[in-house]
Structures are given as C-alpha cells and as structure tokens.
C-alpha cells in the first residue's frame, strides 16, 4: 500500500526498530488509535498486541455495531492515526484480518514498513480577538449552549473553550464529523475534530478548560481557507502591536 500523499518524505521512518517502539510506546501508553479508509469510515481502537519478531500488531476495536472495522478491512486501506504528545503518528496497515475474542473483535495486521512522524504544533497558531467567532457549533443547533467558542486555531487544530466542571461534549480519542467550524459570520466549514486533551488554561481564575482537537482529513478547499484566516488574524494583531 502506498503511502498517504500528506505525508512527505522527509517525516518518513522507516528503520523497523523505532518503528517498533513508537507502536510499542502506543501499546504501553493505551494511546487511542483512530483507524480510517474510505470512503470516510472511521473507528477508535488501541494496541493491545505487539509481536515485533513474528511482525503482527493487534488493536483492540471493542464492540463495533455498526460493523465498521469489516468495511475497513473490506475497503482494503487502512491508515492509522495516533498522538504521543506533540507528536502525530501516522501508518498504513496491511493484510489486516478481524479476529474475535472474549471483549469484541480485534483487527490483526503486519506491521508497518514505514511510518510517518510530524510535530503537532508546526502549523502557526493564532489567537481570534472575537469573542463570538470564530465557534464550532455542535450537532443539535445553534444555541449559545450548543456552540464552543475557539481558543487558538491552525490548519492542523484547535483548541475550544469548556466551562469549569464541565465535561467535554466531543468523546476523546473518537473522530466526531459534520460538525461545523464558523470562522465568522459568512465563513463556515465543515469539519471532522479528533479531540486528543483536555486541560486547565493557565492564570484562568474561573477554572475554564480547554479541548485539544485535530482536524482529521480536512479538503484542500477548507485548508486554503484555514491557511488565509490564520494569515490575516496573524497580520491583525501584528498591526495592532504596532499602534501601540
């Protein structure tokens, strides 16, 4: 299987002994896996075998109602996703079989001759000075309730505002689609956010947290769009230092 178009060469890994750690430091971590292929099937799981010897790797799937993993398999592409901190992790996985056991299936494939390695944070961040947009608007409406407001945003990610003691309404480690990203009142996208953290913003005395989330297969039209918003924000506040 080829690899993905969006990852260049250069982050490619392709000795089989760092390999075989990042996928044994997945396993150690229990670091959700989101498995995908097309066309736009998605599915979390993790790595619950590892025999780098005999070049098999196991990822748990759980129960699977919906019989996802077998259209995975039966699509025959089937690319992984993984974070280890800052870090992405991306790999195809071949020759991949379902196997069923005691807690639910469990999809066994080779292991992956390359894999790919980029940093999370090497797309620019900015910070919107708006205090309404820009917004993800959640399944159900478009209430202020049903609406998380941006903290900081990238062509790779972004980070959304959460009430203190409030739980995140995106389940973490599972790829949520349809939903969409307003950049302002004329400019909205549709996304799909793979939610990876949520933590505590410093010096935020009421105890608001923020939900790290990565943009999972965005198309080149909302990149291109992304791309031109965090330009043009990040000019603005550049102006603005300036007429200080």
């Known amino acids: 299987m080829s690899a993905p178009p969006a990852a260049p060469e250069e982050f490619r890994v392709a000795a089989s002994a760092e390999i075989a750690a990042y996928l044994q430091q997945l396993q150690r971590d229990h670091v959700t896996v989101l498995l995908s292929g097309p066309p736009g099937w998605s599915l979390s799981s993790r790595v619950t075998a590892l025999d780098v010897a005999a070049g098999v790797i196991g990822l748990d799937i ?13 699509g025959g592409e089937i690319t992984g996703v993984a974070y280890l901190g800052a870090i992405r992790l991306q790999f195809e996985l071949d020759d991949a079989v379902l196997v069923s056991g005691a807690q639910g299936a469990v999809l066994r494939s080779s292991l992956p001759e390359r894999l790919y390695r980029f940093q999370r944070r090497q797309s620019f961040r900015v910070q919107p000075a708006g205090t309404l947009y820009p917004r993800v608007v959640l399944p159900g409406g ?20 959460l009430p203190a003691d409030t739980a995140s309404p995106l389940a973490l480690g599972h790829a949520t ?55 043009q924000t990040q000019k603005r506040r550049r102006l603005l230092k300036l007429d200080l």
């Open 62 to 74: 759980g129960a699977d109602p919906e019989g996802i993993s077998q259209a995975l398999v039966a």
């Open 177 to 231: 689609p349809a939903l969409v990203l307003e950049l302002d009142r004329i400019t909205a996208l549709r996304v799909t956010l793979l939610p990876h953290h949520v933590s505590p913003i410093t010096g935020d005395a009421a105890g608001t947290q923020q939900l790290g989330c990565a943009f999972v297969d965005l198309d080149t039209s909302a990149t291109r769009t992304l791309q031109v918003y965090v330009d």
């Open 142 to 161: 478009e209430t202020p309730g049903q609406a998380l407001r941006v903290l900081d945003l990238s062509i790779g990610g972004l980070a959304l505002t």
